[in-house]
């Protein structure tokens, strides 16, 4: 029965336009990121071929080079890698703990609660790339400080989003019904809460990705992510600055890449919303 | 309403201590302290009594919860600190550093509600044609362009284009000389505004065509008001709530520094200023800057909520 109700979401989101563009992008996005991981890129991403610097894109060079004559397309893929390595993990990470706080907090309440959300609620106090920025001050930069500080930043909103809906399917009969059968809270939030709140945070899950995808491009091009000569969409992006004139390739493809990674994530998000929460449907 | 604002008010102090409790010791969780940060590697020449008096000097020598209380103390009576670096106190370098970023952040908001909102009503109004094909088109590719990259390619046309450099000279404040000044912020403020213009879009034309489907709406139109009296007087004025959250947000993330405009476009205003206090461990900068952040934002929090009740009679904060 759950199997068949996965397949309906999924052909669901199929037949929706944003939501097919989306996987397309997303898939597409996966597959550049594994081919570079199972050594399928042209070149090397960090190997530097000297006579052949600032080369326009032609057949040797799908996508030309760089100052340093690295193969911009093989770096793209390299870029794919870690930005895909990033929101992975830092949305993996903000989701379990944010949710875990969200549903505990809703449903136990109280004090707890009140203790729970006044934290999140200091979080919220700073904007999001303050706040990495603080955290990658205390940790250092680096590819694995960035994970850890998109998920600091993204937690309290996966916090906030669970809590809400918890609140609502708490109380409803199946819940108490679960309560009065003598299930236990852990059992009850597991097996009952947790599955009727997941809509929401599916499509949370997805927007953030983006996210991710953008502040990790942001941390890079500040030079406080991704450390050169290791290649991100935002390293390429910032290195391509002052050379765009000569060299307009250098700047071209990271934005094409950040673009459409972010759009698909964000089609993909928009996509869900529309097949998992039919009060949205209409506003489309 | 004053018990709410005064509740509201009263609500900002535990948050308040929380963000200087976690920025305070966020900070001393840094390898190194402020002197190493001060001197480079000049420290290392340092003898150990020279040492101890400059940790004296700076009050580095107290237990970490003996500094914050006093740091606390000090904030309350407005003194965010000292800037060894900059040779000035927090306070007076958040004074000079703010205005740019207010100004910015004002015509950011300005350029995103001039673009953002027609674009949205008429993608609403005319559902599902043309122009709101158009419409969309313009906010899922301003929602996947990140500002930094609209920037780089402003900079890229201005410069490729119309050999224009908009990086160049110093900046002039808007009393010094005010033709400078809108020409060295206007471009940062496309960015910016351009990039939140379709998130402004977006909400105004999904919030417009739930509003549209209401009752409310239907009643006037079968009153026989004029549709565009409709539309502004009943649809839009109810449409506008969510949308000023939105512009809540961002004024919030907006004055908090508008850290990459910032860098690309050389201005000095919040934002770079605690890039650069991060990246020389300025304890006291930091932490000033952000307490100073996290207000603006809780202040901007208040101000959205009050708005609602003046646009929406429903919402009341009367006691």
């Given at each position: 029965?759950?199997?068949?109700t996965?397949?309906n979401?999924?052909?669901?989101?199929?037949?929706n336009?944003?939501?097919?563009i989306?996987?397309?992008?997303?898939?597409?996005?996966?597959?550049?990121?594994?081919?570079?991981s199972f050594?399928?890129?042209?070149?090397p991403?960090?190997?530097?071929?000297?006579i052949?610097?600032?080369?326009?894109?032609?057949?040797k060079?799908?996508?030309?080079?760089d100052?340093?004559?690295?193969?911009?397309?093989?770096?793209?893929?390299?870029?794919?890698?870690?930005?895909?390595?990033?929101?992975l993990?830092?949305?993996?990470?903000?989701?379990?703990?944010?949710?875990?706080?969200?549903?505990?907090?809703?449903?136990?309440?109280?004090?707890?609660d009140?203790?729970?959300?006044?934290?999140?609620?200091?979080?919220?106090?700073?904007?999001?790339?303050?706040?990495?920025?603080?955290?990658?001050?205390?940790l250092?930069?680096?590819?694995?400080?960035?994970?850890?500080?998109?998920?600091?930043?993204?937690?309290?909103?996966f916090?906030r989003?669970a809590?809400?809906?918890v609140?609502?399917?708490?109380?409803m009969?199946?819940?108490q019904?679960?309560?009065?059968?003598g299930?236990?809270?852990?059992?009850?939030?597991?097996?009952?809460i947790?599955?009727?709140?997941?809509?929401?945070?599916?499509?949370?899950?997805?927007?953030?990705?983006?996210?991710?995808?953008?502040?990790?491009?942001?941390?890079?091009?500040?030079?406080?992510?991704?450390?050169?000569?290791?290649?991100?969409?935002?390293?390429?992006l910032?290195?391509?600055?002052?050379?765009?004139?000569?060299?307009?390739?250098?700047?071209m493809f990271?934005?094409?890449a950040?673009?459409?990674?972010?759009l698909?994530?964000?089609l993909?998000?928009?996509?869900?919303?529309d097949?998992?929460?039919p009060?949205?449907?209409?506003?489309? | 309403?004053?018990?709410?604002?005064?509740?509201?008010?009263?609500s900002?102090?535990?948050?308040?201590?929380?963000v200087?409790?976690?920025?305070f010791?966020?900070?001393?969780?840094?390898?190194?302290d402020?002197?190493?940060?001060?001197?480079?590697?000049?420290?290392g020449?340092?003898?150990?009594?020279?040492?101890?008096?400059?940790k004296?000097?700076?009050?580095?020598?107290?237990?970490?919860?003996?500094?914050?209380?006093?740091?606390g103390?000090?904030?309350?009576t407005?003194?965010?600190g000292?800037?060894?670096?900059?040779?000035?106190?927090v306070t007076?370098?958040?004074?000079?550093?703010?205005?740019?970023?207010?100004?910015?952040?004002?015509?950011?908001?300005?350029?995103?509600l001039?673009?953002?909102i027609?674009?949205?009503l008429?993608?609403?109004?005319?559902?599902?044609?043309?122009?709101?094909?158009?419409?969309?088109?313009?906010?899922?590719?301003?929602?996947?362009l990140?500002?930094?990259?609209?920037a780089?390619?402003?900079?890229?046309?201005?410069?490729?284009?119309?050999?224009i450099?908009?990086?160049?000279?110093?900046?002039?404040?808007?009393?010094?000389?005010?033709?400078k000044?809108?020409?060295?912020l206007?471009?940062?403020?496309?960015?910016?505004?351009?990039?939140?213009?379709?998130?402004?879009?977006?909400?105004?034309?999904?919030?417009?065509?739930?509003?549209?489907?209401?009752?409310?709406?239907?009643?006037?139109?079968?009153?026989?008001?004029v549709?565009?009296?409709v539309?502004?007087?009943?649809?839009?004025?109810?449409?506008?709530?969510?949308?000023?959250?939105?512009?809540?947000?961002?004024?919030?993330?907006?004055?908090?520094?508008?850290?990459?405009?910032?860098q690309?476009?050389?201005?000095?205003?919040?934002?770079?200023?605690?890039?650069n206090?991060?990246s020389?461990?300025e304890?006291?900068?930091?932490?000033?800057?952000?307490?100073?952040?996290?207000?603006?934002?809780?202040?901007?929090?208040?101000?959205?909520?009050?708005?609602?009740a003046?646009?929406?009679?429903?919402?009341?904060y009367?006691?």
């Open positions: 029965m759950k199997a068949k996965k397949d979401i999924f052909i669901k989101l199929l037949s336009p944003s939501g097919l989306g996987i397309i992008i997303v898939t597409s996005y996966f597959l550049v990121a594994l081919s570079y050594g399928l890129s042209p070149f991403a960090a190997e530097q071929h000297v052949d610097r600032l080369q326009a894109p032609s057949s060079y799908l996508m030309g080079t100052l340093f004559g690295r193969d911009i397309a093989s770096r793209i893929m390299e870029g794919a890698k870690n930005s895909l390595y990033v929101a993990i830092s949305v993996f990470l903000a989701s379990v703990v944010g949710i875990f706080l969200g549903v505990i907090s809703g449903f136990i309440g109280g004090h707890l009140n203790l729970i959300m006044r934290i999140m609620d200091i979080f919220f106090a700073f904007p999001a790339l303050l706040l990495a920025l603080l955290v990658i001050t205390v250092g930069t680096g590819l694995n400080n960035a994970v850890l500080a998109i998920a600091i930043v993204y937690t309290p909103i916090a989003v809590r809400g809906p609140l609502a399917v708490k109380e009969d199946f819940v019904a679960g309560r009065g059968l299930a236990s809270s852990a059992r009850l939030m597991l097996k009952h947790l599955p009727n709140i997941l809509a929401p945070l599916i499509v949370q899950i997805s927007l953030a990705l983006s996210w991710s995808l953008l502040t990790e491009a942001s941390l890079s091009f500040l030079g406080l992510g991704v450390q050169p000569p290791a290649a991100s969409w935002g390293v390429m910032s290195e391509s600055r002052g050379l765009a004139e000569r060299a307009p390739w250098l700047m990271p934005a094409i950040i673009s459409l990674g972010v698909g994530f964000n993909l998000g928009d996509g869900l919303r097949v998992l929460d009060r949205m449907r209409s506003r489309k | 309403m004053t018990t709410y604002l005064f509740k509201r008010f009263l900002f102090i535990p948050t308040l201590i929380g200087s409790l976690v920025v010791f966020a900070i001393r969780l840094i390898p190194g402020a002197i190493i940060a001060t001197l480079g590697t000049e420290a020449m340092l003898t150990e009594t020279q040492r101890i008096a400059l004296k000097y700076y009050g580095l020598d107290k237990p970490a919860i003996q500094q914050y209380f006093i740091w103390a000090g904030t309350l407005g003194n965010l000292f800037s060894v670096r900059h040779g000035k106190p007076q370098l958040i004074r000079e550093r703010f205005p740019l970023t207010l100004e910015l952040t004002i015509l950011a908001v300005i350029i995103s001039l673009i953002g027609p674009i949205g008429l993608s609403a109004i005319h559902q599902n044609s043309f122009i709101d094909i158009l419409g969309r088109l313009f906010s899922l590719i301003g929602l996947a990140p500002n930094f990259l609209i780089t390619l402003i900079i890229y046309v201005l410069s490729v284009y119309f050999h450099l908009p990086t160049s000279g110093d900046y002039a404040s808007f009393l010094q000389d005010p033709v000044n809108i020409q060295q206007i471009f940062p403020a496309i960015t910016l505004g351009f990039a939140f213009s379709a998130s402004v879009m977006r909400m105004t034309r999904s919030s417009m065509l739930e509003v549209l489907n209401q009752d409310f709406v239907r009643t006037a139109r079968s009153k026989g008001l549709e565009r009296r539309i502004i007087r009943h649809a839009f004025r109810n449409a506008l709530i969510p949308v000023i959250t939105l512009i809540g947000v961002e004024i919030g993330y907006l004055l908090g520094g508008a850290f990459i405009i910032e690309i476009f050389a201005l000095p205003g919040l934002g770079r200023l605690i890039i206090a991060v020389q461990r304890y006291a900068l930091v932490q000033g800057s952000a307490l100073f952040i996290a207000l603006n934002v809780l202040t901007i929090n208040l101000l959205v909520d009050l708005l609602y003046a646009l929406d009679p429903r919402i009341s009367e006691s």
